[in-house]
């Protein structure tokens, strides 16, 4: 059994919305707050409160700065600064990693959407400490509830219209740029008419690198409920955000490997020579691609042909297929979402009799070790500086990795 949290996205989604419906559904406030002031230490005074949406009660996360710190002035800081912020205090490992695979997945977003090196510009579409707050507290509180991953149900956008930008940029049409990168392999809904921003880019962040898309409440046997509110009240629709959370038993639970969703970009080529498609297949893992390959298949007109495909993050997806478009020369790229369940892995180092330290990939299935393999580069530069054969040394690699480890050693 694991437990996850089905997040009901009702009128919209907010990082503060989120986190006020996880505290209203058995987070302990002051513990998540705790964790939260250690990143942000002193910068707002952080409560909750019962409120109605709609005739519906909810949690509102009220959040005011604090009138006794003293502020440098300084403002949009990039990515990098952020992670930088959570990384070098005192948090639990697994709040710690939430939060910063929020943050990468947010700086990857905003760079596409505004043209940025990386994950070094700053924010465009919201507040810094804002940010901190919403993405450490979401993770203190999943932790704290033992939440391993969030489903997440169709989502409400509102196109048209221009929200507001962070301190120092112009405003930014509706939904947000970074929302819309964040939100690719998830089910969009039309929002209702006049309901403005409906989800953050923090949302969509950990949404993206926390969860993934549900059609519909997936079997589990619930166990706590909560109801985050946003800060408006519109008519006709309550303007909350729900989590319905429970133990389920699935495939990925009982047998011990993780999914996670990921896009296959495809094309048909058959005019294309081996060097430009080799040169393609590289550019896309340049470009992202988690993993690239090409398939020989017989096309129209008795052409022989190929079959170009790419394995990547449902974020990389656009990227990708520009890559397609200016490396070969298809006419069309198809696209399709995936589930991959993956081993978890570890990363060993071990050392060879003739001399010379190699990594050895480790996967392991429901706390067993199932593989162990050495990383081909390592061992092609040991043979090198040895004198020895590639062969040689992978079965020298192969040998000291057995004994460090043990044939389906525990832990």
Known sequence: MSRVAFVDVIGGAAGDMLLAALIDAGAPEAEVLA????????????RTEEVRRAGLRARFLRVEPDSSFASDGARSRSIEDLIASVERVDLV???RDAAVAVLRRLGEAEARAHGVAGESGALHELGDDDTLLDVVGVAAAMHALGVE????SSVPLAVGGVVAGAEGH????????ATVELLRGFDLRIAPPDAGETVTPTAAAIFAA???????????????TGYGA????????PNVVRVLIGEVADATATEGFRERPLVVLEANIDDLTPELAADAADALARAGALDVWITP?????????MILSALAEPSSEARLRRVFFETTTTFGVRSSLVRRAELERTVEAVDLPDGGRVRIKVGWLGGRVISATPEHDDVAAVARQ??????????EAVAAARSLLGTGAER
């Open 35 to 46: 964790a939260v002031e250690r990143v942000v230490p002193g910068r707002f005074v952080v």
């Open 93 to 95: 490992a697994a709040v």
């Open 149 to 152: 991953r969030l489903l997440v």
């Open 170 to 177: 112009a405003g930014l049409p509706l939904p947000a740029p």
């Open 210 to 224: 926390l969860g993934s898309p549900s059609n519909g409440v997936p079997e589990l046997r619930l166990t706590a």
């Open 230 to 237: 946003g800060a408006r009240d519109p008519e006709g629709y």
């Open 297 to 305: 298949v017989h096309m129209k007109k008795g052409r022989p042909g």
């Open 386 to 395: 040895a004198g020895l054969t590639v062969r040689q040394v992978y079965s």
